[in-house]
């Protein structure tokens, strides 16, 4: 692992958290898709946790940005029932969508860049970064919890250390 910069670790541990993403969403049994938790069905946690990613990690003020082609009212908010299901194909793409834009701008990402705002944002893009692993790794122990809970099988993560997987790999520790 390379550590000589800040931004080096920050695209280490980024790469680690997105492999896990994709890895925890494909363990979710279908049976427990649309399956309810805190009053919403999961689902609908993994859009509001990819939807965040997409739009804080690297500038929410950014007038270019736009919700995704599926995405309608308070679809990715967990305190407003919608009526509206998505399938996990359309999430596994969004994902896709997410980690290409993600890996671009991290594989770009410069120490002297860290305690800058992106244009017309509030906060500096470390904030951001920082703020969108606690958000993501928040909804992910909630996903892994309930994944691990109703099917006694546990989400393969990589923690600081472990290899990506190359081909075939179990899913699950």
């Not at 998505?86 to 305690?115: C, G, H, P, Q, V």
Request: charged content about 25%; glycine content about 6%; overall charge negative.
């Amino acid at each position: 692992m390379v550590q000589e910069k800040y931004s080096d670790i920050i695209k280490e541990q980024t790469n680690r958290a997105l492999w896990e993403v994709e890895n925890v969403v494909t363990c979710i049994p279908d049976a427990m898709w649309e399956k309810e938790y805190c009053g919403m069905p999961l689902w609908k946690h993994v859009y509001h946790m990819l939807h965040s990613l997409d739009l804080w990690f690297i500038n929410p003020d950014d007038p270019g940005y736009a919700n995704p082609w599926f995405h309608e009212k308070d679809l990715n908010n967990l305190d407003v029932v919608t009526n509206k299901l998505l399938s996990r194909e359309t999430l596994e793409a969004y994902f896709l969508e997410i980690e290409k834009k993600i890996k671009n701008y991290t594989e770009n990402l410069e120490d002297d860049m860290l305690l800058l705002k992106p244009e017309g944002c509030k906060y500096k893009r470390f904030t951001l970064i920082l703020a969108q692993h606690r958000h993501l790794h928040t909804h992910m122990g909630m996903i892994m919890g309930v994944i691990t809970a109703e099917t006694g099988l546990w989400p393969r993560v990589l923690g600081l250390e472990g290899k990506f997987p190359d081909g075939e790999y179990e899913k699950y520790f």
